[in-house]
């Protein structure tokens, strides 16, 4: 995901071509008319909220079992990082915090067998062409001019995406475009003053215990900093973390931070230009047609 957010506009949404080239890789077009208000499947696909996080790990896990398949008959062994979305309750989430904090200090558990063979292999100039293609076969994904994304058009996992997306052009507009609108709508949310109002309420609580922060992204930043340069050991750090998540995520829940700007994001999905909501309607009957493949793959 790019570092900052960034808008995008009319001209957007996707330049996709060959490295060596330019030519265009799309199968279909952005609509002319783009809906005057989208869907709740579609608010869904680009806030990644509702349904969508559950179906996206499915289409994913069908696009990652045919990649292993084609290595397999490459003769070779890979596994996938597919993991299934958790959607936790408030009591949950508090309980994952008093285990593991922010999990900044965990030690970790060991690997899985399968994944430490995969990482053992990853260096073989074979398997990687197996996977990837030939180092020149790559296709790049431009937003708005400025977030490009490069992916391989020829291997195993490029024709994984064919056959479950329909085309790598769709897996990536899908993959990536999204995710770029969502940082736009997060700006945009956090900008707002009933965001800025939890989050007040938020440093309040926070205060109350000790703590001042602006935010809890700043909270985060400090810690990583502060960890960068420490020789404290883990076990002690780790207790002094897992108090401090708790608390941060005890104000978050009551000053209701995240369901604010989760609100405000959907809210502000409905206000996107017309191109933007004609490419996002399109990504969406696109993912549509990926779930149904993925069901009979």
């Not at 977030?147 to 993959?175: E, K, N």
């Not at 990536?176 to 609108?181: M, N």
């Not at 973390?241 to 609100?263: K, M």
Request: aromatic share 6%.
């Amino acid at each position: 995901m790019s570092s900052a957010a960034r808008a995008v506009t009319a001209a957007m949404l996707v330049a996709v071509g060959l490295l060596s080239g330019c030519t265009s890789t799309r199968p279909e077009s952005v609509p002319a008319a783009a809906p005057a208000r989208l869907s709740e499947e579609t608010v869904d696909l680009v806030t990644e909220s509702g349904t969508y996080p559950e179906q996206r790990w499915r289409v994913r896990v069908a696009d990652e079992t045919l990649t292993a398949r084609c290595m397999r008959a490459a003769g070779f062994t890979w596994t996938g990082s597919a993991r299934p979305p958790t959607r936790r309750s408030a009591a949950q989430e508090l309980a994952d915090a008093r285990r593991h904090g922010y999990g900044m200090s965990d030690v970790g558990a060991p690997a899985d067998p399968a994944e430490k063979a995969d990482d053992k292999a990853a260096g073989d100039p074979r398997r990687q062409a197996a996977l990837f293609g030939p180092d020149n076969a790559f296709a790049r994904l431009v937003i708005d001019g400025h977030a490009s994304y490069q992916f391989p058009r020829a291997g195993c996992m490029a024709q994984a995406h064919i056959a479950v997306y329909g085309s790598l052009d769709a897996w990536a507009r899908i993959t990536y475009v999204p995710q770029e609108i969502n940082l736009t709508l997060g700006g945009r949310a956090r900008s707002d003053a009933r965001y800025q109002g939890a989050l007040r309420g938020w440093q309040t609580c926070m205060a109350a215990h000790h703590h001042t922060y602006a935010s809890p992204h700043a909270l985060i930043a400090h810690l990583a900093r502060k960890y960068r340069n420490d020789r404290e050991p883990l076990a002690q750090r780790r207790s002094a973390e897992i108090r401090l998540a708790v608390q941060d995520l005890t104000c978050n829940q009551h000053a209701g931070l995240n369901a604010t700007d989760a609100a405000l994001r959907r809210e502000y999905a409905q206000d996107l230009s017309p191109a933007e909501r004609a490419e996002l309607s399109t990504l969406t009957h696109l993912f549509a047609r990926a779930w149904q493949r993925s069901q009979v793959l």
